[in-house]
C-alpha cells in the first residue's frame, strides 16, 4: 500500500509520540515559571504560540525576571537558537524543491525533537516524494503538545507553586540525551558538542546566561567548520 499524504503525516506525528512525552514535562515547567515571575500568563501562551522554542523561552524569562536589558535578551536567544542553522543545512537538501510557503512552516516547526526524527527518517527514505507531510505531521505535533502543556503550566502553576522542583525537568534531560548521542557518530556533531560543552563549564560564571550564549556560539561555528571541511573533502574526492 503506497503512503498517502494524510498516512505520511500520521506517521510524522506517531512517531514523534516519544518526544512528546520527554518535552511534556518541560512545557510543564515554563508555564509554572511565568506564573512565578513577572509575564502575565497570556504573554507566556503568546511566548510559546510565537517564539516556540523551549530553551530560548526558559532563558528569556529568566532574564525578564531579572530585569535585563531588551537588548540582551534579544541577543541571547538568538544565539541559542543558532543551533537550528545546522539542522536547517542538514535538512534543506531534502526540502529545497518545495514551495517557499512550505519551508517557512517547516522552518517555523523544525525543534530540535523534530530534527531528531527527520534526521533519522531521511536516513532511510531518501527518495520519498511525501516526506515534507511526514515533516510537518511531526513539527505540528511537537507545537500542539508545547502548546497544551504550557497551558497546563500556567493553570496549575499558582496552585502548585513548588511544581518545578519535583524533579520533572529531568525527563527533559534525558529526551536531550535520547536526541544527542544518536548524532555522536558524526564528526560535525560530535565536535559542536564537545566544543560546546567545553565552553559551557569553563564560562559557566559569567553573568547573564553568557556562558550558555557562548557556549552555543562555540558550539554552531565548531559544527559548521567541521561540516565545511567535510564537504570539501568529500568534493575533492
Known sequence: MHPTRFSSFAAGARDTIPMLIGAAPFGMIFGTLVTAGPLAPWQGQLMSLSVYAGSSQFIAAGLVAANTALLVIWLTTFIVNLRHALYAATLLPRIAHLPLRWRFSLGFLLTDETFAVMNGYYRTHAQTPLGHWYFLGSGAAMYLNW?????????????FPQLQSLGLDFAMVVTFLAIIVPQMNRLPHFGAALAAGT??????????????????????ATGMALSARKAAEEAKA
Open 147 to 159: 502548546q497544551a502543556w504550557t497551558l497546563v503550566g500556567l493553570l496549575f502553576g499558582a496552585v
Open 199 to 220: 565552553a559551557a563549564w569553563v564560562l559557566r560564571g559569567l553573568p547573564y546566561k553568557l556562558g550558555l550564549m557562548s557556549a552555543v556560539a562555540v558550539g554552531v
